[in-house]
């Protein structure tokens, strides 16, 4: 089990420019959550599907950011015209069925924009 | 959306000693709370959680305790070891969802 895969680690962008951040989940999770993580807000929650249905994104800022799943095996958040305070280490976890459940978190992507 | 306070932000301790970390929230309706530690350029991991129908658990040196009247809830470590040093953030899991919101996460610094 290679658990949660992100890629990529790290990513670099220019402000205005686009970034797509990708997620594997564990084989056989139904639920995905996407987290940031910066020094000042700490880790929060953007959004989460399950058995790839968008859930809930109440922590999505309502421009710019978008996040799909079009099959099992991978999700994406992708951030438009990035801006330096997109700036952060993106986390995405897993879980076998979403309540209660033990959150498995991938390494991160930290994005850095310029 | 809930609101998970975390205290103290800073914590060290000598070898050997004890650690407590401190959380509390407001939805009453939360039900599921999680502890996370983590290293430095490592990704959280969970140590330890605790459900709204215990009031106490026990893994090894880690014991955790939730206060539903009070919404509180706290980690503590016995026989602290340098391994212990890292970031821990405690988590409340909502009743209206999975979703989980962490507090700012307390810094543990164990001196041999």
């Known amino acids: 089990n290679a658990g949660v895969i992100q890629t990529p680690r790290h990513k670099v962008t220019g402000k205005g420019q686009e970034a797509t951040l990708w997620c594997e989940p564990i084989?056989?999770?139904?639920?995905v959550f996407w987290y940031r993580q910066t020094i000042v807000q700490g880790l929060e929650f953007l959004t989460y599907?399950?058995?790839?249905?968008?859930?809930?994104d109440s922590g999505m800022p309502k421009e710019r950011f978008s996040a799909q799943m079009p099959n099992q095996s991978h999700s994406t958040l992708k951030i438009q015209s990035t801006q330096p305070q997109d700036s952060a280490v993106y986390l995405c976890a897993s879980s076998l069925d979403g309540q209660y459940a033990e959150q498995f978190f991938g390494p991160g992507t930290r994005l850095t924009v310029l | 959306g809930e609101q998970v306070e975390q205290l103290p932000s800073i914590l060290r301790v000598q070898e050997g000693s004890s650690a407590s970390i401190n959380c509390s929230y407001e939805?009453?309706?939360?039900?599921?709370f999680p502890w996370y530690k983590q290293e430095p350029g490592e990704n959280p991991k969970l140590i330890i959680d605790i459900r709204s129908n215990m009031e106490r658990k026990q893994i090894q040196e880690l014991i955790v305790l939730l206060d539903k009247k009070a919404k509180r809830f706290s980690l503590h470590i016995t026989d602290t070891q340098p391994g212990d040093s890292a970031m821990y953030f405690c988590a409340a899991e909502g009743g209206t969802g999975s979703k989980l919101s962490f507090g700012k996460g307390a810094k543990l610094t164990v001196s041999p």
């Open positions: 939805d009453s309706a939360s039900n599921y």
């Open positions: 599907f399950r058995n790839q249905a968008p859930i809930d």
């Open positions: 084989s056989g999770h139904s639920a």
